[in-house]
């Protein structure tokens, strides 16, 4: 094993974590468990065995709910350092028993960094400490809890410890041998190459041959011919422990371990190059999730951004066709524009000054000033009537999808226009109108421009380029058409004689521009809430690179 494997199991451990699985995929689950579990394991037991290969070996006792995995502990060390029921629901505390002269190797951090350690019992969720004189120096038996729990903790426990074990004496009994949460725990002791010895737990003298060779046969099947199987009969306690005769089979794995140092470190090197093999090949299975993670988000991604697109062709197809023109806009453009005053006004300022003062006498806003917030309301109301239906579109496409469905769920409003939308259109529609003004002005700047552009005013030549943006009859009906039409050759008549031909037509092309680039934001950012829920849930492209990258380092360094 090279020198540089601890960092490149660090590096892995670090990418692992970095990589998000959250979309209901086919395999995601799957994906997030053993992701889970390569962290665990490195974190729990590759990087403190590599630290100190003396160390004790370490021997999870587990298995499932009132197998005996606790008698059969006191049983081996010879008293009760487990009570019996100590791990039922009632607790989480798991049981580490080993020689007291091996006391310093678990005091720390050195396994399990994550839980505390007490002695003496008491304390939920820590390490119990037990030394016992009952075994050897170099081996440890840490009593798990139950891995079907009713506790969710305390099988996410027993899992995390059994990740750590050097090798796993895994407690079933003759009555539920074939059970399938087990079994899950078995294969994954075959996949993370963990040594493994069973101890069939209560079998019944006449079930003495059957029952075990059905276990030795299901082990093959699962690819764990090697794995031994000790048979414990059926018998009674004496003072809670399982009598000599009845615990001789796991008594003679105990002290052939306990006598044979060479045979405990062969057991951790067996464990240790098993787990290191199996890295890749678990860590591929992330990185393919990781791939459809992003492929579906991708696809969800898509359908939002088609739906947002779509909804930006609606606002320009409404801003180009004159549809903005009508009600409210087109009563006050006829107003400004319309009576022909406007012209009237080039050539003397008197009507304009009487319409100021008219304003000032009665309290009424000037024509102008009605012109600018009809268009400001017209405009945003286009806006947010296309956000809307993109919100709409783009929930409808998610909800067809299982991730996209999963992704919404639990949310509101995602299919109404944001509540951002509505302010953020207020502020660039001024915002938009305040760029016109200032073009107007930057084009006014020419003697002759000034003295036109004085007689009608920046703001109402800014609002005659804003109504020249949608001045085009397509989308009016009727009356209408005839009144825009004839308003839109009055707009053009007063901005040539202001400004001339071409800069009409510059004015006209920048405004709209400017707009269209404002509208395309704020399409943007209603649609960003879309983006967020996929950037809480999916890797980020560079973590998968990384991922891949760090597998590949274990492949050499391994």
Known sequence: MRSDLPAALG?????????????VLPGAEEARRTKDDLVGQVDDYLLPRLAQMDAPA??????????????LLNSLVGSVVSPAGVLRPTTRAPVLAFHPDDLEWFEGARILPGLPR???GGQPGALQLAPTEGLPQGLALLDSPDIDSVLAENRALAGQLLAAADGWLFVTTAARYADAVPWGFLRAARDRGTALSLV?????????????????RMLADEGLPEADVLVIPETPLADGLLPAPALAPARAWLDDLAADAQARAALVRRTLRGALASLPARAALVEAAAVQQLSAAAELRAEADAAYAAAGREVEAALRSGSLLRGEVLARWHEVVGTGDVMRALESRAGWARDRLKSLLTGKPAADDELREAVEDRVEAVVRAAAERGAERTARAWRDRAAGQALLDGTTGLDRASAELEAGAEEEVRAWQGVVFDLVREEGGSKRATAR?????VNGAGLTVMLAVFAQTGGLTGAEVVVAGGTSAVAQKV?????????????AAQAREDLFARVDRLLREDAARFDVLLDGAVPEA?????LHEAVEAIRRAA
């Open 11 to 23: 590096r892995l451990r670090d990418d692992l974590h970095a990589v998000r699985l959250g979309l």
């Open 58 to 71: 370490l021997i999870v006792v587990g298995g499932s709910t009132g197998a005996g995995k606790s008698t």
């Open 118 to 120: 007490a002695s003496g």
């Open 200 to 216: 069939l737990n209560r079998v019944p003298e006449d079930a003495g041959r059957e029952v075990p060779a059905h276990l030795r």
């Open 453 to 457: 552009l004085a007689s009608l005013g």
């Open 495 to 507: 901005l040539e004689a202001i400004f001339g031909d071409q800069a009409v037509r510059t004015l």
């Open 542 to 546: 560079e973590s998968f690179a990384r």
